[in-house]
């Protein structure tokens, strides 16, 4: 096999690896947009099945402004303080502690009326890489090793050839 055909075939072993290590499942994920002169609210409900610690992301799309104001909270459905909440754009962690429903609680004013867009979206907290970007990464390492080992070994034999 030539080197070209490995780097290609090593290449494209990488990518569907990062793309499978990197997939994180997404709880709630939502492309919305405010409406009016003043401050305007939204509510979302998700359901959580596995009580563990999760990252809400709010994003200002900057359309067709960026916002004046935009916050987001998350509480449990029906009882309770918030969990974690951001003042601006941004991402937090908060712990669901139970199963059950949650509601994200937006609040927003758009920079220049009528409107504006946002994305909010919920995903289970990775601290630490997961296992397969640990594979991916000694992978990437040992291709190069080998590459280069292959191409020491080569100018060796090319030059007790030349001798």
Same mark, same amino acid.
């Given at each position: 096999?030539?080197?070209?055909?490995?780097?290609?075939?090593?290449? !494209?072993?990488? *990518?569907?690896?990062?793309?499978?290590? #990197?997939?994180?499942?997404?709880?709630? =994920?939502?492309?919305?947009?405010?409406?009016?002169?003043?401050?305007?609210?939204?509510?979302?409900?998700? &359901?959580?099945?596995?009580?563990?610690?999760?990252? !809400? &992301? *709010?994003?200002?799309?900057?359309?067709?402004?960026?916002?004046?104001? @935009?916050?987001?909270?998350?509480?449990?459905? +029906?009882?309770?303080?918030?969990?974690? =909440?951001?003042? !601006?754009? +941004?991402?937090?962690?908060?712990?669901? =502690?139970?199963?059950?429903?949650?509601? *994200?609680? @937006?609040?927003?004013?758009?920079?220049?009326?009528?409107?504006?867009?946002?994305?909010?979206?919920?995903?289970?907290?990775?601290?630490?890489?997961?296992?397969?970007?640990?594979?991916?990464?000694? #992978?990437?390492?040992?291709?190069? +090793?080998? @590459?280069? *080992?292959?191409?020491?070994?080569? @100018?060796?034999?090319? !030059?007790?050839?030349?001798?």
């Amino acid at each position: 096999m030539s080197r070209s055909k490995l780097v290609l075939a090593a290449f !494209a072993v990488s *990518l569907s690896l990062a793309f499978v290590a #990197s997939s994180r499942a997404e709880i709630f =994920s939502t492309t919305d947009s405010l409406s009016g002169s003043g401050v305007g609210t939204k509510a979302y409900v998700f &359901t959580i099945t596995d009580p563990a610690t999760y990252t !809400a &992301t *709010l994003i200002d799309l900057d359309f067709p402004d960026a916002f004046q104001l @935009l916050e987001l909270g998350v509480a449990k459905t +029906g009882s309770g303080p918030l969990l974690g =909440s951001t003042a !601006a754009p +941004g991402s937090f962690q908060f712990v669901a =502690s139970t199963t059950g429903s949650y509601t *994200l609680l @937006l609040f927003g004013q758009p920079g220049t009326p009528p409107a504006g867009s946002f994305s909010i979206n919920v995903a289970p907290f990775a601290p630490i890489p997961e296992p397969g970007i640990w594979f991916l990464i000694a #992978s990437g390492i040992g291709l190069i +090793g080998f @590459l280069k *080992l292959r191409k020491e070994n080569g @100018l060796q034999r090319n !030059a007790s050839v030349a001798m």
